[in-house]
């Protein structure tokens, strides 16, 4: 089992900046990939960038040029700093933990809300 933790959500105007921080303990496995997703009210579940252990990223085209995803293998941590942020980037925030090796298995936290005021 692996468990998450997130921090950093909160309220913020339109153009501020937050950085959210996911720590991630228990049956950790060597080949990972951690991220982040965001549910807005009324849509669905979407990508909002993901990380390797490689470091190799992937990014929403919604959030590229403006968040940035890093994380620290050691320590098993990820964050994602948010910068210029719009009234749309409001959602519930979650991190996810994938394991790239047997046996295969997602993990989620049970997610920060970012609300971005105009």
């Known amino acids: 089992q692996v468990q998450l933790l997130e921090s950093g959500g909160g309220l913020v105007q339109a153009g501020g900046s937050l950085r959210l921080s996911c720590a991630a303990s228990g049956s950790i496995f060597s080949l990972n990939v951690m991220g982040w997703y965001r549910q807005a009210p009324g849509k669905q579940r979407e990508l909002v960038a993901t990380?390797?252990?490689?470091?190799?990223?992937n990014y929403a085209e919604a959030v590229k040029g403006r968040f940035t995803i890093s994380r620290d293998n050691a320590k098993n941590t990820v964050a994602l700093q948010m910068n210029s942020l719009k009234p749309e980037d409001t959602a519930v925030y979650y991190c996810?933990?994938?394991?790239?090796?047997?046996?295969?298995?997602?993990?989620w936290g049970q997610g920060t809300l970012v609300t971005v005021s105009s």
């Open positions: 990380i390797t252990n490689g470091v190799t990223t």
């Open positions: 996810n933990f994938r394991r790239q090796v047997f046996p295969y298995r997602e993990f």
